[in-house]
């Protein structure tokens, strides 16, 4: 890997960042950061390590000439109120490029980067913080309408429609009795046509829940027993085939999520990855088998998953089940003595890849002989 960086705005930390560009034109890095406090009260190896104190910022930089990777240039800044906290393009076109966001006051708020200063869209999506946020059917990725998933603090997944003002068209919550659990990740998948469409969400006790928007129900759950730090699907636009699931003790899980036994979920391979927190994980956009998981140590590990000869089987009764494969691991590189927190590959430049840390670094890496593996 070979890489170029660049300092984020203010005293904070970089928190999330994300990467796109015209097949034809210069890469984008879309950045979030802001003063940060350690937290006493939360885990200290969780999500929740580290708080937004005052404002918050956006900021823009651009390669101009990607392979070269001379340097990061600043192209704008935009100064909020509320500390924003995650951040997706996924729900919109690629003409608009509107960014969905959500802050540390619960609202979700949909940005025209181009007049900022009041949001497209905006409403108070959650009584606490939301930590994730995840969108489809935008970019030309995934069919049937735009929407945004937001996890909160609160327990609650809502799914939004930007058309439709207000009011979630989906909302999954604690029944009553049951006590809440901080959602730390959500991410979309089975996205494969105008009807079928899921959220995965991940939660700080290890809970991992599938929830199906075409029956509105829980369609599967399991815990891995430790707080699930991201999820994501293999491809957003496919029928569901991979799971990535990622915790605070170094261990990821993989889900081959093509075969559900009725009693026994689907078929997982785990990897003990690392001794400290794997924060995110991310799949090759030209790879689905391919991905990166980025690590609490400040490094990233490049893992292949091979699937195994026969992907089902069925059981003593008959009923079919799933199969596992294995992973093994490509390249590993660490880049920081701080977490590595937010990661995102280049869907047109194949190997080019972005990356933020607690050290305030933007770092654009590109990763080589992508085609060999």
């Known amino acids: 890997m070979v890489g170029v960086t660049g300092r984020a705005l203010g005293s904070g930390c970089l928190w999330v960042s994300g990467a796109f560009s015209n097949a034809d034109g210069p890469l984008r890095i879309c950045s979030f950061s802001g003063v940060t406090a350690p937290r006493a009260h939360e885990d200290p190896r969780g999500p929740e390590r580290m708080n937004f104190l005052g404002q918050a910022y956006v900021r823009f930089t651009e390669i101009c000439h990607p392979w070269t990777l001379k340097k990061l240039l600043p192209q704008s800044a935009i100064e909020k109120a509320k500390p924003i906290k995650c951040g997706t393009f996924g729900a919109t076109s690629l003409q ?61 997944v809502k799914v939004w429609d930007p058309r439709q003002k207000d009011t979630p068209v989906a909302n999954m919550e604690p029944v009553q009795g049951e006590s809440k659990r901080d959602c730390w990740t959500v991410a979309f998948g089975n996205a494969y046509n105008q009807e079928e469409r899921v959220v995965c969400a991940g939660y700080d006790n290890g809970d991992i829940k599938l929830f199906d928007l075409k029956t509105m129900s829980l369609r599967w759950e399991t815990n891995i027993k430790n707080g699930v730090c991201s999820v994501e699907f293999d491809r957003k636009d496919v029928n569901m085939n991979k799971l990535v699931a990622t915790s605070l003790e170094g261990k990821f899980h993989v889900f081959d999520m093509r075969t559900q036994h009725p009693t026994k979920g689907f078929a997982s391979v785990s990897e003990k990855a690392q001794k400290s927190t794997i924060w995110q994980v991310r799949h090759l956009p030209q790879n689905r088998d391919i991905f990166m998981t980025s690590g609490g140590a400040g490094s990233l590990h490049l893992w292949k998953y091979e699937y195994p000869a026969q992907r089902s089987k069925k059981d003593s009764e008959g009923a079919e089940m799933g199969v596992a494969g294995s992973v093994s691991l490509l390249q590993n590189v660490t880049l920081s003595t701080q977490p590595i927190s937010s990661l995102d590959w280049s869907p047109d430049k194949k190997g080019l890849c972005v990356c933020g840390a607690f050290d305030q670094t933007v770092r654009v890496l590109i990763v080589t002989k992508l085609n060999k593996v």
């Not at 608009?96 to 497209?120: H, M, S």
């Not at 606490?128 to 609160?154: H, M």
């Open 96 to 156: 608009q490029r509107y960014l969905a966001t959500g802050d540390f006051g619960g609202n979700l708020n949909i940005w025209n980067l181009e007049a900022p200063e009041i949001p497209v869209y905006s409403v108070k999506g959650h009584k606490e913080i939301i930590n994730s946020i995840d969108g489809v059917g935008g970019l030309g990725i995934g069919e049937g309408a735009p929407e945004i998933v937001t996890g909160s603090r609160d327990g609650t």
